[in-house]
Structure formats: structure tokens, C-alpha cells
């Protein structure tokens, strides 16, 4: 009986969970998409985009698409954070690449 | 009718036992599959390893780990970015990059020193 | 007289940061000798056999299949190409120097009047263009088979790039800068393989000399199974350190191209060529 209390509280607390994530509406997801889509377009400008955002960026557009917005958002912040380590590489290329002369 | 007279504290710590060597016989082998993966440490491409077949030479061949890190944090600050001991290191910045995970790199880490 | 010293001072020293900014003729040289001293058995122009410079064990494979190469249909179709008329009767013969033929020496050019590298594959679209024909996909198909029956006809011809004035030097500089720049999530530059660990091996694949790159393409590549233009190469090796590659004929590959090319200065053409 106890077990059976405990489980059941256990999943009381997991629809909690479940319904406070939930709370990630759509327009947070567009808002954490639009802000990784301008950090990927400046890391083209710079000419240092990597390949592994584009396939993010597709994967959280889709995700937003099914309103699957958790996914969404976590997918756009991994995107942005690609992209700003990929601008922060572009501006320490902008002096490193002289130490890759031949000497 | 034996087994109920071991004492139950006896079985708790065989059981605690075998699960926390369990664990740590996991992250050595899952040190292993990142270490040979080639999404993800692709050691190989560059280090000779372990029973790794046809390595690359670019990188020092990983033996005697222990011997060569005795800190492992320095070894660890070697695979999150190694550019910052060579700034044009080829290794990748594992860890900088996101290439592994933190917890990846501590089983990587786990397993290295095995060697 | 302390006002003499100054300037004498920063002078020096304005010389000194100069190093970096060498002329393309002193950064050849510093390329070149860098391989020689490198590889000091490999002749220069031997350079423009890549890996099969450096491993006797793959040229002697690669030498066997040379017998009968397995590019010839593609480049028997070139030749076609080359010489069919476009609708209005003319064809490329009509766009380039000499017929087209023996030029693949001097691509790719810098075009002082519009302040733009020029490679052989635009150069060739560009006339189609010109002659009412539509543009042909770059990296691979006709184009690639186009440019490597031109190649042929330059065969030993010594590669000669010019850099003919500052906005040329500009293209060339930034091309320079591409090349020993790191880019992709994995943090790699064209140099990190092809300069400091050429030779040495990635897996069982040795990373070839940087010198002679392009005096071999379009190359057949056995894992394409056709012809590559060297900007189909450029997009393969920016995957393989996880950067997006970039459009054929963007500008950022075709200063590249124009940079790499002229470190080749001096070698023969040796294209179009077979590798792994």
C-alpha cells in the first residue's frame, strides 16, 4: 500500500513536471528560433559558419512546426550557441592565421 | 533457508558493490566507444591507442597515460581546447567546440587512464 | 636627433610587421622551400603527384591503374564538348587565347577591369553565357570534363599566376588569409593538414603537399567515381572539419584558388589526374 502511495505521488509530481514544461509557448519557441536564424546569418557574414547549425535550425523549424516547442527551443539554443562559438573563432582568426605561416 | 540468515547488511554492500563497479566498468567502455567513434572523439584519425586499428600518426601514440597527465585536469584542459597551449593546434577543441559533452570527456577521461 | 631615432625606430619596426605582409613572390618562395627542406628527395615538380610523392607504396598502386586511366571516356568526352559548336556556330575555341589550348597555365587570371578573379570553369561558362548558352553546374559534369580536356592540352606547361595590380593583390591577400584561417567546428586550416603535418597520416590516408595542388585538376577520384573541379575539393575538405562549404565560384574559393595556384608558380600542369 505504501509503494502504491509513493508511485502514485511520484507520478503526481512527473504530470507537474510535465505540465509546467509545457508552459514553453509558441511564441518563445519562434523567439528562440529568430534569435539562433540572426546569429547564423552573422556567422555567414563573417565566413565562418559550420556546418552542424543548418541541420539544427531545420530540426527546430520542424519541431515548431509539429508545436513540439520544447524541442524547439532547446534545438534554436544549441543552434545559437554553435553560432556564437563560430563568430567568436572568426574574430580570433582575424589575427591568429598569421601564426599558420610557414616558417 | 541459509540465505535468509546472511545479514542484510552484508547483501546491501555486495549489491552497492557490484553496481559502483558496474559503473565504473561502463564509463571506461563508453570512454572507449567516444574515444573510437568517429562522430565523436575519432581519436584514432590522429593517436595510436589501445587495440585502435590502422591509426593515424599526426598526434603522440596515448600509452601511459598516468605517467604522462599525473593531473587530470591538465589532460582535460588538453581535449577541451588545445589551442590554448598551441594556437594552431590541429587537435579539435572538444570540449570549446561542443564536440563532446562534459560527461563525454570524463569518460573519456576514465578510460585514457586506463591505458 | 632623439626625434631622428624615433623614426628610425618605428621605421624598424614597421619592417618588421611587413614580414607578414610579404610580397606573393616572397610567400612562393617561402612555400616552396618549406616543402624541399620537408621532403628534400621529392623533386619540385614531382610535388604535383600529391600523396603518391610521399608514399612509394600508393604511387606504385596508383601507377599500376595509370596503365589504363579511369578517367579516359570522361575525358574523351570533353574533348567532344570542347569542340561542338554552340547553336549560334561558334564554340569555346572562339572565347579563349589560342584556341583555347595550352592556357590552363595561366587560370586563374586576375580581370583588372571588373577586380575579379577568373578560373578556367568560370571562364568557360562565361562564354557559353556569352554565345546564348545556359551556365553548367560547376563542381562536377560537363564543365568538370570541359576543363580537364583543356587541362590536357597544357600538359608540362609551367604554371604562371600573376598578381598584376593592388586589387589583385587584395584578391590574393584574401585568399592568403582563407587558407591559413581555422573554420568549422572541428578548428582546422588548410595549413594545419597540408603544411604542418603533410605527410603524416589521417587514419591510413596520407594529407598530401599543399605545393602542386592544383596542377592536377579536375581530378577523377575513385570515390566519386568522376571529375572534380579543385572547388569541389575545396567544399569536400570544409565538410570534413564540419564548415558549410561554400557555392562553387564564390568569391572566397576563387581567391582561394588564386592564392594556392600561384604557390604553384613554376610546376608543371599535370592534369587531369586520378586519385583515391
Redesign the interface.
Known sequence: MKIKSLLLSFLIFLSCLTTTVQAATQSQAKEAILTAHNLWDKT?TA????????PLMAQATQALQENDYITAIALAKKAST?SK??LV?AER?KT???N???? | MLSIKIPFKFLFIIVALSIISNIALASEMDGKKIAFDRKKGNC???HAMDDGD?????GPPLIVMKTRFPDRAILKAQIWDA?IKNP?S?M??FGK???LSDAEIEKLLDYLYTL | MKNLLNILVIFTSLGCINI?NATPEQDKE??QR?YMERFPDVSKEDFGNGVYALDQDARDQWESMSDFPPYEDDLEAGEELFNNPFKNGKNYANCFKNGGENIRQNYPKFDTERNSVITLELAINECRMKNGESALPYQKGDIAKISAYMASTSEGSLIEIKVPNDNALIAYEEGK??F??????????C???H???VG??????T?SPALGHPTHFPVYRMAWQNFGTLHRRFASC??QV????LAGQSE?YRNLEYFLTYMSNGLPINGPASRK
Do not use: V
Open positions: 555567414k565566413g565562418h559558419e559550420w556546418n552542424t547549425i543548418k554553435q562559438l563560430a573563432q582568426e591568429n592565421w598569421l599558420n605561416l610557414p616558417k | 584514432l584519425a590522429c590502422m591509426p593515424g600518426n599526426i589551442t594552431i590541429i579539435p577543441p567546440h561542443h564536440i | 607578414a617561402t612555400f618549406f588569409q582563407y591559413y584561417s581555422k573554420r568549422g567546428q572541428l578548428n582546422f586550416s595549413a594545419n593538414c603544411i604542418q603535418n603524416r597520416k589521417a587514419r591510413s590516408e594529407l570544409n565538410k564540419r564548415a558549410q562549404p572566397d
